[in-house]
């Protein structure tokens, strides 16, 4: 079993940033992958950003793509997602999910959760 505790959101204006961390704790296979989904009222939740911890590669939501920044702390087992020139359509609750093997971008195919942290961008 794996737990994710997740933190780092908050109020603030357009333009600003903020870092989202995640931290996980208990087993893992050789091989898996840390990723960010977000959730807006009314909306699907959806990916945001990963990280294969094996290889260090990334990945990105075409929304995000040159804004966002995923990357890893191997020895605190935690990820980081750093938000730049940040949207009011990133207002979400963001999600720190774990899945075993490859990258895929769907949430249906994660099987660990944190509990969300509130992200608030004013216009």
């Known amino acids: 079993q794996v737990q994710l505790v997740e933190s780092g959101g908050g109020l603030v204006q357009a333009g600003d940033s903020l870092r989202l961390s995640c931290t996980a704790s208990?087993?893992?296979?050789?091989?898996?992958?840390m990723a960010w989904f977000r959730q807006a009222p009314g909306q699907e939740r959806e990916f945001v950003a990963g990280?294969?911890?094996?290889?260090?590669?990334?990945y990105y939501s075409n929304s995000v793509k040159g804004r966002f920044t995923v990357s890893r702390d191997n020895a605190k087992n935690t990820v980081y997602l750093q938000m730049d020139s940040l949207k009011p359509e990133d207002s979400a609750v963001y999600y720190c999910a774990v899945r075993s093997g490859f990258y895929v971008p769907y949430a249906r195919s994660y099987g660990f959760w944190g509990q969300g942290t509130q992200v608030t961008v004013a216009s």
């Open positions: 208990g087993p893992t296979s050789s091989r898996y992958i």
């Open positions: 990280i294969d911890w094996s290889s260090g590669g990334t």
